[in-house]
Antibody, heavy 118, light 110 residues
């Protein structure tokens, strides 16, 4: 079964840092681009970042550029999101998602909640 | 404000048909693959339609997709109460070099 499991969310103060992880199983992780998508409470989906299968191509939403860093470890079947200089508006459930092709996301993980508050 | 434009809500009676529109531009829908996602309350989004009108295994043929120019449409026939959810369109935007989603449409089955 193809599965993605996020971890690392929690409560952090404004200006703080957090590292999210996504453990992949059930498919050849090294063959797929991967993405992070977030959803603020009661709001819609917002694409955050993507990384190609070999990490050659990396993209970020303008809202997180310069503060977030996406990375992956194909040997460990793991995707990461390092989040620095966190703001209240970064509060959201963060999902990792496999990119089948051209931003077609399937499956999605169950999400991990990040709350930025003093 | 989302790059892709969807109606905030649609509603219809059980057994009826509903369509949800998604409007974009040549840099996204017009020249890239479009997908649709269903998000049931309290759950993660699920891929519903990809490559305009293809369905992943397990998705019933009551769900369909189409595209014309810079707009895409999701159709749902034979509405069931279990279809009540938020629906999102998504694609890649070549000008932004970013993934983009619509703002989401809440479907109510009356």
């Amino acid at each position: 079964e193809v599965q993605l499991v996020e971890s690392g969310g929690g409560l952090v103060k404004p200006g703080g840092s957090l590292r999210l992880s996504c453990a992949a199983s059930g498919f050849t992780f090294s063959s797929y681009s991967m993405n992070w998508v977030r959803q603020a409470p009661g709001k819609g989906l917002e694409w955050v970042s993507s990384i190609s299968s070999s990490s050659s191509y990396i993209y970020y939403a303008d809202s997180v550029k310069g503060r977030f860093t996406i990375s992956r470890d194909n040997a460990k079947n793991a995707l990461y999101l390092q989040m620095n200089s966190l703001r209240a508006e970064d509060t959201a459930v963060y999902y990792c998602a496999r990119d089948l092709f051209s931003s077609t996301f399937d499956p999605w993980g169950q999400g991990t909640l990040v709350t930025v508050s003093s | 404000q989302s790059v892709l434009t969807q109606p905030p809500s649609v509603s219809a009676a059980p057994g009826q048909k509903v369509t949800i529109s998604c409007s974009g531009s040549s840099s996204n829908i017009g020249n890239n693959y479009v997908s649709w996602y269903q998000q049931l309350p309290g759950t993660a989004p699920k891929l519903l339609i990809y490559d305009i009108n293809k369905r992943p295994s397990g998705i019933p043929d009551r769900f369909s997709g189409s595209k014309s120019g810079t707009s895409a449409t999701l159709g749902i026939t034979g509405l069931q109460t279990g279809d009540e959810a938020d629906y999102y369109c998504g694609t890649w935007d070549s000008s932004l070099s970013a993934g983009v989603f619509g703002g989401g449409t809440k479907l109510t089955v009356l």
